[in-house]
């Protein structure tokens, strides 16, 4: 059973940077498209980012694009997601998925396209 581990959530400050890891359990990423999501509480799963199974082609939300970067280092089976300038918006549980793309290019941005997830992160942004 393929597993996800997420890491690197915490307590930081307003105009702070994280980087969250994704850890797979098995080689699976080598054609899996996989994607972050976020949930604070009372809203809705939301879409952050994703990478097709090479990492070449990656996807953002507009309201994280040019301040969040995903990437994927296969040797170490890891999907990490580099934010920066964190604002109080961003404060929320953030869940790394996987869905099984067989080496199709494109990623969906839906989380019920998603197969696998990993249980979250939590990020809290003190101002």
């Known amino acids: 059973q393929v597993q996800l581990v997420e890491s690197g959530g915490g307590l930081v400050q307003a105009g702070d940077s994280l980087r969250l890891s994704c850890t797979a359990s098995t080689q699976f990423l080598s054609n899996y498209c996989m994607g972050w999501f976020r949930q604070a509480p009372v809203m809705e799963r939301e879409f952050v980012a994703a990478?097709?199974?090479?990492?070449?082609?990656?996807y953002q939300a507009e309201s994280v694009k040019g301040r969040f970067d995903i990437s994927r280092d296969h040797a170490k089976k890891t999907e990490d997601l580099e934010m920066n300038s964190l604002r109080s918006v961003h404060e929320a549980r953030y869940l790394c998925?996987?869905?099984?793309?067989?080496?199709?290019?494109?990623?969906?941005?839906?989380?019920?396209?998603?197969?696998?997830w990993g249980q979250g992160t939590q990020i809290t942004v003190s101002s």
């Open positions: 998925a996987g869905e099984d793309a067989s080496y199709r290019d494109t990623c969906p941005i839906n989380d019920y396209d998603y197969d696998v």
């Open positions: 990478s097709n199974w090479s990492g070449r082609n990656t």
